[in-house]
């Protein structure tokens, strides 16, 4: 069965403290992991796709990097407007295009 | 990236009432689209699959004589939920792609039943 792991469940880092979140997985086929931000009471906003182990992506402050077995999202310097919950989600070689999700990270920076 | 627009975004109902949520792919046309429930603290646990012009395909555990999915064209999928009770309020959230996208999500509906 598909599975997911996002840990930690809640993360409180200050303004420019460096971190990461990790995304351990299982999944039959990986056809992609996925990572999205969701704001309280908003729709999940797509961050990166990664295909294969030893990618990885990067876009401002963030960056994902994927092995067989896990996803990192490393956030450098984040600031207060990072504060979000961060979801990791994998599509499955069976699948019809959707998505198995993990619980997220709530991620809260202070300033 | 690509728009998904989910309307409305709040909805209160008496209990036994029904209640359509729309989503629209703005920009691209969807050949599926994807239902999603999410209850507080808790992931995104898909209820159904629906390509336009077809049937759409619900996971286990999920009515589909109570939650109606009709994806009438390559933009529109919608999302009834009939006679609704108070254990069907939840955040209702859709995504759409195509066969060489990501997927993209609505801003979700938060449905609560009185």
């Known amino acids: 069965e598909d599975q997911v792991t996002q840990s930690p469940e809640a993360l409180r880092l200050q303004e420019g403290e460096s971190s990461s979140l990790n995304c351990s997985y299982t999944?039959?086929?990986?056809?992609?992991l996925f990572w999205y931000r969701q704001d309280p009471g908003k729709g999940p906003e797509f961050l990166f796709t990664?295909?294969?182990a030893g990618e990885e992506k990067e876009k401002e402050r963030l960056k994902a990097t994927l092995t067989k077995k896990e996803s990192f999202l490393h956030i450098t310097a984040p600031k207060p407007e990072d504060s979000a919950t961060y979801l990791c989600a994998v599509q499955g070689g069976g699948s019809q295009g959707n998505l198995i999700f993990g619980k997220g990270t709530k991620l809260s920076v202070k300033p | 990236g690509a728009v998904v627009s989910q309307h409305p975004s709040r909805v209160i109902c008496k209990s036994g009432t029904s209640v359509k949520i729309e989503c629209r792919s703005l920009?691209?046309?969807?050949?599926?689209m994807f239902w999603y429930r999410q209850f507080p603290k808790q992931s995104l646990m898909l209820m159904a699959t629906s390509n336009e012009g077809s049937k759409a395909t619900y996971e286990q555990g999920v009515e589909k004589d109570k939650f109606l999915i009709n994806h009438a064209s390559l933009t529109l999928s919608t999302l009834t939920v009939t006679s609704a009770h108070p254990e069907d309020s939840s955040f209702y959230i859709c995504?759409?792609?195509?066969?060489?996208?990501?997927?993209?999500f609505g801003q979700g509906t938060r449905l609560t039943v009185v």
């Open positions: 990664l295909y294969s």
């Open positions: 999944v039959s086929g990986l056809r992609g």
């Open positions: 920009d691209f046309q969807a050949t599926t």
């Open positions: 995504s759409a792609r195509t066969a060489n996208t990501e997927a993209f």
